[in-house]
T-cell receptor
């Protein structure tokens, strides 16, 4: 089945720096979503970008989508120690029968050092 | 408060036992999902349900069973047939349709002794 693949697997930065995570997927999608997971917790939805959108902002988050390259990036600006978490992209499948589920990648583990 | 709850938070099981994980939501969502997460890994879909009294297998359904008798509840049973059940289990719900935002519960960590 199709799957988003995040890159890098792990990222360590200093507070105040920007963090960029990438996601690649295999087949046509309706939308792509990014989620955050703190250690030992459930996932929290961050942002959804539709297939006809190229860029979306939410606070310090900026998401881009390039459907021709089947890739997306998540940028966190001016990072804080509280941003330390794992970040996952998730895609649905744009099929004739409609999509009923999301497929999650393996995630990028972000560590922001104070 | 609207939300999705899972219980228990930690669960210990002896080999050969069946255990049931609870998932309840009061968001009035039609769709509910069960995922398994292993250390350092992403989420893998076990079962999902788009409507009451209907559910479908996900990518790793073997050794698991579910029921969807009520809109707000989607319990997952981990049977003795599941060879390696130790994992973190996450339940989620959404408006019907796989392209919608999913809301996650806090998870249940299952350990087989």
């Amino acid at each position: 089945s199709q799957q988003g693949e995040e890159d890098p697997q792990a990222l360590s930065i200093q507070e105040g720096e920007n963090a960029t995570m990438n996601c690649s997927y295999k087949t046509s999608i309706n939308n792509l979503q990014w989620y955050r997971q703190n250690s030992g917790r459930g996932l929290v939805h961050l942002i959804l970008i539709r297939s006809n959108e190229r860029e979306k902002h939410s606070g310090r988050l900026r998401v881009t989508l390039d459907t021709s390259k089947k890739s997306s990036s998540l940028l966190i600006t001016a990072s804080r120690a509280a941003d330390t978490a794992s970040y996952f992209c998730a895609t649905d499948a744009n099929t004739q029968g409609g999509s009923e589920k999301l497929v999650f990648g393996k995630g990028t583990k972000l560590t922001v050092n104070p | 408060d609207g939300g999705i709850t899972q219980s228990p938070k930690y669960l210990f099981r002896k080999e050969g036992q069946n255990v049931t994980l609870s998932c309840e939501q009061n968001l009035n969502h039609d769709a509910m999902y069960w995922y398994r997460q292993d250390p350092g890994q992403g989420l893998r879909l076990i079962y999902y349900s788009q409507i009451v009294n209907d559910f479908q297998k996900g990518d790793i359904a073997e050794g698991y069973s579910v029921s969807r008798e009520k809109k707000e509840s989607f319990p997952l049973t981990v049977t003795s047939a599941q060879k390696n059940p130790t994992a973190f289990y996450l339940c989620a719900s959404s408006i019907r349709g796989g392209w919608n935002e999913q809301f996650f519960g806090p998870g249940t960590r299952l350990t087989v002794l």
